[in-house]
């Protein structure tokens, strides 16, 4: 063999260098693992996103509903508002105010609409007035709370006197 610089006629010329694709596999398999993680992750906060939406939907048709049923029993409101149909808070007319804080409720009746009113004022007492669509405000009494109801059923009861079986529980042990 010679060391010419030209190839002897009928040898096979050698092959031209490979490129070096290391980094472009590399890139799309990086590229691939973080469109993945995107993927997921969007779903997760999608999920997370549509639970939240959902539990609140329920807690404050929860909630609204008690407070209608509490607060909406007199006569005055069931004839302005008729059955109620549908009642929902409304997150928007709330302040921070803690002076002037109420909670206003969105209530849809057969005969009517209006707006549930929850306050208190000055000394703490509790305000509710139903403001009606038709510009009517009625003044609303503040239910009785559970405590107050025990209250009253055990001022009805009276003393309790003992039985024989809570005298006995009563005695001393002896040793």
Do not use: W
């Not at 005969?111 to 009517?136: A, C, F, P, S």
């Amino acid at each position: 063999m010679s060391n010419s610089p030209y190839s002897e006629p009928g040898s096979i010329p050698p092959a031209p260098p490979r490129p070096d694709n290391t980094l472009k596999i590399v890139l799309i398999i990086v590229g691939g693992l973080l469109l993945m993680v995107m993927l997921v992750c969007g779903g997760i906060m999608t999920a997370g996103y549509f639970v939240f939406q959902k539990a609140s939907e329920t807690i404050s048709e929860a909630m609204s509903g008690s407070l209608a049923d509490r607060y909406l029993e007199n006569a005055e409101s069931r004839e302005a508002l008729g059955e109620v149909v549908s009642t929902e808070i409304d997150f928007d007319s709330m302040s921070s105010d803690e002076e002037n804080a109420s909670l206003e409720v969105r209530v849809i009746g057969t005969k009517g609409k209006g707006t549930l009113i929850i306050g208190t004022d000055e000394d703490g007492t509790e305000n509710v007035q139903l403001v009606m669509d038709d510009g009517r405000i009625i003044d609303l009494p503040p239910p009785v709370h559970q405590f107050e109801e025990e209250e009253v059923l055990l001022e009805e009861i009276g003393p309790l006197a003992p039985t024989e079986d809570s005298a006995e529980m009563l005695e001393p042990i002896e040793n």
